[in-house]
């Protein structure tokens, strides 16, 4: 990561927190209206794109940067980004809560 300002550093994370996954496996169709958001994408998907190409255009810069602040360890950054929507994004949905049997 480049060096920044403070104010830089404040509004990048501010773009950061308001970026949606918009296609794939965390996008809009897995995680309906908007997508997942990137902060709470796992490593492994960044890393995966880091090998093969973040996306173009302001996506895959802002993908970019969760992905290197997330490789020095540094993930506690986004906790307040977390707190401020009501916790981190779950991945997998909630069991149900019961069985039907038959119709």
Same mark, same amino acid.
């Given at each position: 990561m480049s060096e920044i300002d403070r104010e830089d550093f404040r509004n990048l994370l501010i773009e950061i927190a308001a970026m949606r996954m918009p296609f794939g496996k965390y996008g809009k169709k897995? !995680?309906?209206?908007?997508?997942?958001?990137i902060h709470d994408l796992p490593i492994e998907y960044l890393v995966w794109?880091?090998?093969?190409g973040f996306p173009k255009g302001r996506l895959g810069e802002l993908m970019e940067q969760v992905y290197e602040i997330k490789a020095c360890g540094?993930?506690?950054? !986004?906790?307040?980004?977390?707190?401020?929507?009501?916790?981190?994004t779950k991945f997998h949905p909630g069991r149900p809560k019961g069985w039907k049997f038959g119709d």
């Open positions: 897995e !995680f309906p209206p908007d997508g997942y958001p794109f880091k090998e093969r540094m993930d506690m950054l !986004f906790d307040p980004m977390r707190k401020a929507s009501g916790g981190r």
